[in-house]
C-alpha cells in the first residue's frame, strides 16, 4: 500500500515570509457506510408521506377509498399511463425530452388494429390476422423511437422540436387512418394483456410493476442506467469517462417508444377498443407526474421510483375526488389544480428548487 | 491501484532521463484562417513539473487539446514515451497515458464521488453494479492518495479543492502518471494553492510528472521545474526555472510588448469634490465579504485586487446590484440605489462590465447597436419607443471610439472576436456615461492590443470626470490605478498607491505581511 506522508517541510520559496501551513488533512474520511445511503433514500421516499396523508384523506372522504377494490382500481387506471412515466423518466435522466410519447400511446395500437381488421364495420385493412396484432404494435413503437433517435441524436435536431413535430404527425396519421372514428371489435389477443387476472391482480398492474422495479435495477445498478445520470448530468465529463453518449440516448428514446406502445396496448385492452384521441393530451400528465416525483426536467437528477410515486400521488388524488362526489365537469380543473398543489407538496416534501 | 503506481514510478526512473514522458513534434493547428499553433514542440521529462505559461490566445488551450487527445494536430505529432499517440477516438488508451484537470469541473454534479470516480468502470457482478465495492474501491484510493473527502455525497457538495483532488486521484487510478493541471490555482485561496503545491511535490517525488499552467509567475517559480513559453502560437524557450530570470520570462512571454500599460501621467489629479463618486461604507455580506469600505473619487482610477476568494468580485458585484448586502451601504455621489437591484444602480448612474461577458454581457445574436444602447433605453426615444436612427448612431459612435472591428453597427455581436465582444462591453458600460464605472476582469481573454484600447476608454471616462473601480485578477489591469485596495479574505487588507511593485501587490494579496 502506497501512502503518500504531506509533511510541512517545504523548500524555502522566494521570500522568506511564506506562511506555513499544516498540509496534512486532519483524521482520516470516517467511514460512514448507512449514511449517504439512508439520506439518498429518504429523498427517493419524499412522496411516501404525501401518499399516506392522501390515503388518509380517503378514508375520511369515504370509507370505500381504503378497499382493496378500490385501491386495485386506482393502480389499474394509472398503469397505463404510468409507463409513459416509466419512459418519460428514462428520457429525461439523460436531459432530452420526448412530448410524441402520447401520440405513440394511441397510433401504436391503432395502426395494429387498422392492420389486422376487416374493412367493413371499422377502417380496417384486413392485411394480416389477428395473431400479428401485439408484435404490430411493438413494432410501432419502436420505429417511432428509432426515427426519434435518428432526428435527434443522427441528425443533431432539437429534440423538444423533434418530438413536438412527432406528435402532432402521428396524432394526424390515427386520425387519418381510423378517418377520426374508433377501433372496435378488436381480436383478443390485443385485449387480453388489458384484461387478464394473473394470481388475482390485473395484468397490467402486474406489468406496470414488474417494468418499474426492472427499471429501477437497471437505472440503479447498472452501467447503462448511470450513464443516463452521467450523460444527463454533463454530457461531456460522460463523453470523456468513455460513456457511448449518441448510443445510449438513442436506445433510450428507442426503448422509451416500446414503453409507450406498451402503455397504449394496456388501455386498448381495457377498453377493447382505440380512439382516434387515445393518449391525447397526457404528455402534461407525464411531465407534471415526472417533475413531482423529483425528476429533473433538466436531467441527470431524480429516481425512477420517484417517477411512480408522482404518478401514483397524482391518481390517488383524483380518485378521492371521484369519491369526494366532485361534478365530472369541474375534473378539468381539478386536475390543474392538482398538479400544481402536488408540485407544491412535493417541493415542500423533498426540499429541493425544480427546474 | 497503488501498486501500479509504484510500478510505474520504478519503470520511469529506471528509463533514460532523455525518453520525455509526452512530447509534441512540430505541431500546427489551424481553426480556418487562425493559426492556433505554429509548429510548437515541447517535451516532459518523467517526474518533473514543467510549467506552460503564454499569454491569452498564445496557443496553451491548443496544445493542451492536443496533448490530451481532443484535437488531433493538422502537423506534426504528439508521442508518449516510445509511442505514437493513439487514435483520437481511443479514449481509454489515451486515459492511460495522460489525464487533464480543467478548470472547469469534469465531475458529475448529481453523482456521488465514489460514483465520479469509478463512472463507466463500477465494479459488476452478475451484470448489476455491486455499490459496495464501488465506494469501498473509490474510498480505497482517495485515502491512498490522502484525500479526505466522504465518498457518498454528491459531487456537487465538493468544495473546488476537493474536486481537483479527486480528478487527480481519479487520474492516478487510470494508470496514467502524466497530469495536465489547467489554471488549477485559478479559483483556489492561498493556503489550498501552497497544499496543492505541496502535494504536487510529493506525488513527483513518486514519479508522477505535471504540466502546470498557470498566469501566476511566482507559483511558476515556486513549484515547477522547467517552464515553456508560448508567444501567438509559437514557441519561445524552454528551460530550467533556475535558469530563467522573472524579467527574462516576462519578456518572452510578452516579446515587444513588455511595458506596454504603464501608469500615464498626462491625466489631472482626481477633483476632490466633496461627494466622491463611489461610496462604499461597511459592506458585508456573510460568508462573503465583511467591513469593507472604500471610495472613489470623481476622476480617479481605482483598483481592487485579492486572491481568489478574497470576496473582491462579491464586493463589485454588490456595489452594481447583481449581488445584495446584508450590511452597509452604497453610494453613487450621494445617492443611495437600492441595494441588489441593476436597474436602481443604472439609474443611480452606475455602468458596469461584469464578469462573465457571454453570460452577463451580452446578447450574441443582436447587432452591436442594439447590445450597446441595452441599458439606455430611454435615451433614444420616447414612451418606450426606440429610435432605430439614433441607435444606430450610438452604435457607430461606439465602434470608432472603441475601435471596434466589425462591418458595421448592425453586425452581429456573435460574429465578433473576443476582444472586439469585450469592447462591445464596455461601450455599453459607457453608453449611459456612468459616474461610478466599475468593470470586473475588463480583460479577461482579450489580447494585447484590445486590452490597451479597453484600459484606455477606462482612463478616458475618468478623465471626463467618471470614477472608476477596477476589479481584477491582472496586475497589468491594476497598473494605472491612482490606489490599489487589496481585499484578503473578506476583508480590506490594504491600500496601496500607484508605483507598487508586483512583488509587493502579490504578497498583500496573499496574506503575507512584511
Not at chain 1, 394511441?106 to 396484432?133: D, E, F, I, N, R
Not at chain 1, 426536467?297 to 431524480?302: D, H, T
Not at chain 2, 448489476?128 to 457538495?157: F, H, Y
Not at chain 2, 480590506?492 to 505581511?513: K, N, Q, T
Request: hydrophobic fraction near 45%; include cysteine; charge should be neutral.
Amino acid at each position: 500500500m502506497l501512502r503518500i506522508r504531506s509533511r510541512a517541510d517545504e523548500p524555502p520559496g522566494e521570500e522568506g515570509a511564506r506562511v506555513n501551513t499544516e498540509v496534512r488533512p486532519t483524521a482520516p474520511a470516517v467511514v460512514r457506510r448507512a449514511g449517504g445511503l439512508r439520506i439518498a433514500r429518504l429523498r427517493d421516499l419524499a412522496l411516501v408521506p404525501a401518499i399516506l396523508g392522501m390515503m388518509v384523506v380517503g378514508w375520511i372522504v369515504s370509507p370505500a377509498f381504503l378497499s382493496w377494490t378500490n385501491l386495485q382500481n386506482v393502480l389499474q387506471q394509472q398503469s397505463e399511463i404510468s409507463l409513459l412515466v416509466l419512459a418519460e423518466a428514462l428520457v429525461l435522466l439523460c436531459g432530452r425530452m420526448d412530448l410524441s410519447l402520447e401520440s405513440t400511446f394511441g397510433l401504436a395500437p391503432g395502426v395494429a388494429a387498422w392492420l389486422v381488421l376487416a374493412p367493413g364495420v371499422a377502417h380496417g385493412l384486413g392485411w394480416l390476422s389477428g395473431g400479428w396484432a401485439v408484435p404490430l404494435t411493438l413494432a410501432v413503437g419502436l420505429v417511432i423511437g428509432v426515427v426519434n433517435g435518428l432526428l435527434i441524436v443522427r441528425f443533431q435536431l432539437n429534440g423538444f422540436i423533434v418530438t413536438l413535430g412527432m406528435l402532432i404527425v402521428l396524432r394526424g396519421l390515427l386520425t387519418g387512418i381510423s378517418g377520426g372514428k374508433t377501433f372496435f371489435n378488436l381480436p383478443s389477443s390485443m385485449i387480453y394483456l388489458g384484461n387478464a387476472v394473473w394470481l388475482g391482480l390485473p395484468a397490467s398492474i402486474w406489468i406496470c410493476l414488474i417494468l418499474y422495479a426492472v427499471a429501477i435495477v437497471v437505472a440503479g445498478y447498472t452501467k447503462f442506467g448511470r450513464s443516463l445520470y452521467a450523460i444527463g448530468g454533463n454530457a461531456d465529463a460522460a463523453r470523456a469517462a468513455g460513456i457511448r453518449v449518441n448510443r445510449v440516448l438513442f436506445t433510450t428514446l428507442v426503448v422509451a417508444g416500446l414503453l409507450a406502445a406498451l402503455g397504449g396496448l394496456l388501455l386498448t385492452g381495457r377498453l377493447a377498443s382505440v380512439a382516434a384521441s387515445q393518449g391525447s393530451g397526457a404528455i402534461f400528465t407525464v411531465f407534471a407526474a415526472a417533475v413531482i416525483g423529483g425528476v429533473s426536467l433538466s436531467g441527470g437528477r431524480g429516481t425512477i421510483f420517484g417517477a411512480f410515486t408522482g404518478i401514483l400521488l397524482l391518481y390517488l388524488i383524483q380518485n378521492v375526488l371521484t369519491l369526494a362526489g366532485v361534478p365530472a365537469q369541474w375534473i378539468g380543473a381539478l386536475n390543474g389544480a392538482i398538479i400544481l398543489v402536488a408540485l407544491i407538496i412535493s417541493r415542500i416534501t423533498s426540499g429541493q428548487a425544480q427546474n | 491501484m497503488s501498486t501500479d503506481a509504484g510500478a510505474a514510478a520504478g519503470g520511469d526512473g529506471g528509463r533514460a532521463r532523455a525518453l520525455p514522458v509526452a512530447a509534441a513534434h512540430g505541431v500546427t493547428k489551424r481553426f480556418g484562417v487562425t493559426v492556433a499553433l505554429d509548429d510548437v514542440s515541447l517535451a516532459v521529462r518523467p517526474g518533473e513539473i514543467h510549467a506552460l505559461v503564454g499569454r491569452n490566445g498564445a496557443g496553451k488551450s491548443t496544445l493542451v487539446s492536443l496533448l490530451t487527445g481532443l484535437l488531433a494536430p493538422d502537423d506534426g505529432e504528439v508521442t508518449f514515451g516510445d509511442d505514437p499517440a493513439p487514435p483520437i477516438s481511443d479514449r481509454e488508451a489515451w486515459r492511460r497515458r495522460v489525464a487533464c484537470v480543467y478548470q472547469k469541473s469534469t465531475v458529475i454534479p448529481s453523482l456521488s464521488v465514489a460514483e465520479n470516480v469509478f463512472l463507466n468502470r463500477q465494479d459488476s457482478r452478475r451484470g448489476l453494479i455491486a455499490w459496495t465495492s464501488v465506494r469501498r474501491r473509490a474510498r480505497e484510493l482517495l485515502q491512498g492518495w490522502d484525500v479526505d473527502v466522504d465518498v457518498e455525497q454528491p459531487a456537487e457538495k465538493l468544495t473546488v479543492e476537493q474536486r481537483q483532488l479527486v480528478e487527480i486521484a481519479r487520474a492516478l487510478s487510470h494508470g496514467s502518471r502524466f497530469i495536465i493541471l489547467d489554471e488549477p490555482t485559478a479559483q483556489l485561496d492561498g493556503q489550498a494553492i501552497e497544499r496543492l503545491f505541496e502535494r504536487m511535490r510529493v506525488l513527483r517525488d513518486q514519479g508522477v510528472t505535471f504540466l502546470f499552467i498557470s498566469h501566476h509567475l511566482e507559483e511558476v517559480y515556486e513549484v515547477c521545474d522547467t517552464v515553456t513559453v508560448l508567444r501567438d502560437a509559437r514557441h519561445v524557450v524552454t528551460a530550467p526555472v533556475t535558469e530563467l530570470s522573472e524579467t527574462d520570462l516576462v519578456a518572452a512571454m510578452t516579446g515587444e510588448a513588455t511595458g506596454l500599460i504603464t501608469a500615464s501621467s498626462d491625466r489631472t489629479a482626481p477633483q476632490d469634490t466633496a461627494v466622491p463618486a463611489l461610496q462604499v461604507s461597511e459592506l458585508g455580506l456573510p460568508g462573503l465579504y465583511h467591513d469593507v469600505s472604500f471610495e472613489v473619487r470623481r476622476g480617479e482610477i481605482v483598483g481592487l485586487a485579492g486572491a481568489g476568494g478574497s470576496g473582491k468580485m462579491a464586493v463589485a458585484e454588490s456595489v452594481v446590484g447583481l449581488r445584495r448586502p446584508i450590511t452597509g451601504t452604497v453610494e453613487i455621489a450621494g445617492n443611495r440605489p437600492r441595494p441588489g437591484s441593476v436597474p436602481a444602480a443604472l439609474a443611480a448612474g452606475v455602468g458596469f462590465v461584469p464578469q462573465d461577458r457571454h453570460r452577463q454581457g451580452l446578447v450574441p445574436a443582436l447587432s452591436i447597436a442594439e447590445n450597446v444602447t441595452m441599458t439606455i433605453p430611454d435615451r433614444l426615444g420616447r414612451y418606450g419607443f426606440i429610435g432605430p436612427r439614433r441607435r444606430a448612431a450610438v452604435g457607430a459612435q461606439a465602434i470608432d471610439d472603441l475601435t471596434i472591428k466589425a462591418s458595421g453597427p448592425e453586425q452581429p455581436v456573435s460574429a465578433l472576436s473576443g476582444g472586439n465582444q469585450q469592447k462591445v462591453v464596455m461601450a455599453r458600460a459607457l453608453a449611459g456615461e456612468p459616474t461610478a464605472l466599475v468593470l470586473l476582469q475588463p480583460t479577461a481573454g482579450v489580447d494585447v492590443k484590445a486590452k490597451e484600447t479597453l484600459l484606455a476608454a477606462a482612463e478616458d471616462a475618468a478623465r471626463r470626470g467618471a470614477g472608476v473601480l477596477i476589479v481584477s485578477d491582472d496586475l497589468d489591469d491594476l497598473r494605472q490605478c491612482d490606489r490599489v485596495v487589496v481585499m484578503f479574505k473578506g476583508s480590506v487588507a490594504e491600500e496601496r498607491p500607484s508605483g507598487w511593485r508586483d512583488h509587493d501587490l502579490i504578497a498583500a494579496m496573499e496574506g503575507i505581511s512584511e
